[in-house]
């Protein structure tokens, strides 16, 4: 029988591979509290991407093609279990943008634009 795993083991383990993963390459990472696990990391940027809740649900409805009160019920879970593991892994709060270098509403702003966004400024931090 294997030892049991702790929630807390495991993001550790999860931030030395984060770590490990950009000493040896570039790399996005998306989730996982890597905005916090890579905070003191030179050239690391860290991008939050966030909506108000009625424009997410209306596009999770689109893309999952589920009704508003699905919609809604998955991402409030989605959002307590967020802001409870990074709050008990990080003791930091996951929306604050202060966690962040870079912050861009998605309900102002289509997808493709978001990304030439955060390329312009990677690139722009990247020049010498």
């Known amino acids: 029988m294997h030892p049991p795993v702790y929630d807390k083991d495991l993001y550790t383990l999860e931030c030395k591979i984060m770590n490990q993963i950009v ?3 570039h ?3 998306m ?3 890597g905005f916090y696990a890579l905070k003191e990391r030179p050239k690391v940027i860290c991008v939050f991407i966030h909506a108000p809740m009625e424009f ?15 919609a809604r019920s998955a991402l409030e879970e989605s959002d307590r279990k967020r802001t409870k593991f990074i709050r008990d892994m ?3 709060d996951w929306t604050d943008s202060r966690n ?9 702003i289509d997808f493709n634009s978001s990304v ?7 690139n722009k931090l990247s020049v010498p």
């Open 23 to 25: 000493d040896n390459c």
């Open 27 to 29: 790399a996005v990472i």
């Open 31 to 33: 989730g996982r509290g």
């Open 56 to 70: 997410r649900v209306k596009r999770f409805m689109k893309v999952q093609n589920i009704n508003e009160r699905e």
């Open 90 to 92: 990080a003791g930091v």
């Open 100 to 108: 962040y270098h870079l912050c861009i509403d998605s309900s102002m």
């Open 116 to 122: 030439d966004l955060i390329l312009g400024f990677v």
